[in-house]
């Protein structure tokens, strides 16, 4: 009998339950009914294996064995926060952080936008990343008007694929909404405190000459047209400032919030025989981004990044700081 209850008492941590404590980080206090819910991987994807609501010192108790990789989600005001925990990381005395929701746009700044032009013999392939940086201690949520809005032109048929990066997280697959505006889609992410960032892709039928039309729904933040050696670009409002040193990539500034450009050549940043990058598993109720839909975004979006990682010094010596003097710190104003 004795020897019975030492093997309860060793078997019992085994099945020990998922503990801890709900932190709304705007007020810095303890976040009462809030629904957490621990999730696994499963058949299809992330599936929920129990759940709690934190009570109201914020604490919560998954009464579940997260053996294995899992993930604790927690939804506050509508947006779904994350903690992973790790094969055989402690489970109990956690903190899973929440923030509160505001719908403020000039709580999430576009800093960034980069637009990728590869022409090839059955037409355009176009990629852009919008990189989106929350300073504040809220997260912005507006799933009416959605978090970003970008045109996309008629000719690719409404046909775009979306994919978004949020603080720390991995790439997940979004809808592309229409709007009451001609070409013009939304889509509905929360903007959490950091940097979110959006992958664009969509292709354009061949004409000859090659043409792209675009309109910077966010006119204030910087825009680069980049264009793979042994392309040429040309257009009103489109400047040229030079070639990142080592993909030899021609790099341009767009100064119009509405423009056109005349394309000329063929050529490609992806690299020849070039394995896709895989992606990681999403939380529930997202759907994963299948790597082979994707294997050509990857590759040309880690090559763009790559390029304005090594060739921003080159970018903002001829063009930025003048810009950054004349736009001042005014407000980007929300399509």
């Given at each position: 009998?004795?020897?019975?209850?030492?093997?309860?008492?060793?078997?019992?941590?085994?099945?020990?339950?998922?503990?801890?404590?709900?932190?709304?980080?705007?007020?810095?206090?303890?976040?009462a009914n809030v629904l957490v819910s621990?999730?696994?991987?499963?058949?299809?994807?992330?599936?929920?294996?129990?759940?709690?609501?934190?009570?109201?010192?914020?604490?919560?108790?998954?009464?579940?064995?997260?053996?294995?990789?899992?993930?604790?989600?927690?939804?506050?005001?509508?947006?779904?926060?994350?903690?992973?925990?790790?094969?055989?990381a402690p489970t109990t005395g956690l903190?899973?952080?929440?923030?509160?929701?505001?719908?403020?746009?000039?709580?999430?700044?576009?800093?960034?936008?980069?637009?990728?032009?590869?022409?090839?013999?059955?037409?355009?392939?176009?990629?852009?990343?919008?990189?989106?940086?929350?300073?504040?201690?809220?997260?912005?949520?507006?799933?009416?008007?959605?978090?970003?809005?970008?045109?996309?032109?008629?000719?690719?048929g409404g046909k775009v694929k979306v994919?978004?990066?949020?603080?720390?997280?991995?790439?997940?697959?979004?809808?592309?909404?229409?709007?009451?505006?001609?070409?013009?889609?939304?889509?509905?992410?929360?903007?959490?405190?950091?940097?979110?960032?959006?992958?664009?892709?969509?292709?354009?039928?061949?004409?000859?000459?090659?043409?792209?039309?675009?309109?910077?729904?966010?006119?204030?933040?910087?825009?680069?047209?980049?264009?793979?050696?042994?392309?040429?670009?040309?257009?009103?409002?489109?400047?040229?400032?030079?070639?990142?040193?080592?993909?030899?990539?021609?790099?341009?500034?767009?100064?119009?919030?509405?423009?056109?450009?005349?394309?000329?050549?063929?050529?490609?940043?992806?690299?020849?025989?070039?394995?896709?990058?895989?992606?990681?598993?999403?939380?529930?109720?997202?759907?994963?981004?299948?790597?082979?839909?994707?294997?050509?975004?990857?590759?040309?979006?880690?090559?763009?990044?790559?390029?304005?990682?090594?060739?921003?010094?080159?970018?903002?010596?001829?063009?930025?700081?003048?810009?950054?003097?004349?736009?001042?710190?005014?407000?980007?104003?929300?399509?």
């Amino acid at each position: 009998m004795r020897r019975r209850w030492q093997i309860l008492c060793i078997a019992t941590p085994l099945f020990a339950a998922v503990e801890g404590t709900v932190i709304n980080a705007t007020t810095g206090q303890q976040q009462a009914n809030v629904l957490v819910s621990l999730v696994q991987p499963g058949e299809g994807g992330m599936k929920p294996v129990g759940a709690a609501k934190s009570a109201a010192d914020g604490s919560f108790k998954v009464e579940k064995d997260p053996s294995g990789m899992a993930l604790l989600q927690g939804i506050h005001q509508g947006v779904i926060y994350t903690l992973m925990l790790q094969p055989g990381a402690p489970t109990t005395g956690l903190k899973l952080q929440v923030y509160d929701s505001a719908k403020n746009p000039d709580a999430a700044r576009l800093g960034q936008r980069m637009i990728l032009v590869q022409p090839g013999p059955e037409g355009l392939n176009v990629t852009e990343t919008l990189l989106f940086n929350n300073a504040t201690n809220t997260t912005f949520s507006d799933p009416a008007n959605g978090s970003l809005r970008f045109f996309v032109p008629a000719a690719a048929g409404g046909k775009v694929k979306v994919s978004v990066s949020g603080p720390g997280g991995v790439p997940i697959e979004r809808e592309a909404e229409k709007t009451r505006q001609a070409n013009v889609y939304k889509v509905d992410y929360p903007l959490k405190p950091g940097e979110t960032r959006f992958d664009l892709a969509y292709d354009l039928p061949r004409t000859s000459p090659q043409k792209l039309e675009g309109r910077l729904m966010y006119p204030l933040a910087p825009t680069r047209l980049v264009a793979p050696r042994g392309v040429t670009i040309a257009g009103e409002g489109v400047v040229a400032l030079g070639e990142e040193p080592q993909t030899k990539a021609s790099i341009f500034d767009i100064k119009k919030p509405d423009f056109a450009v005349t394309i000329e050549g063929e050529g490609s940043l992806r690299e020849p025989g070039g394995a896709p990058s895989e992606t990681e598993e999403s939380g529930p109720g997202i759907q994963q981004i299948p790597p082979r839909l994707y294997d050509r975004l990857y590759w040309v979006l880690g090559l763009a990044v790559a390029i304005l990682g090594i060739g921003f010094a080159l970018l903002y010596r001829s063009g930025a700081g003048s810009e950054a003097a004349g736009t001042g710190a005014g407000k980007q104003p929300r399509a």
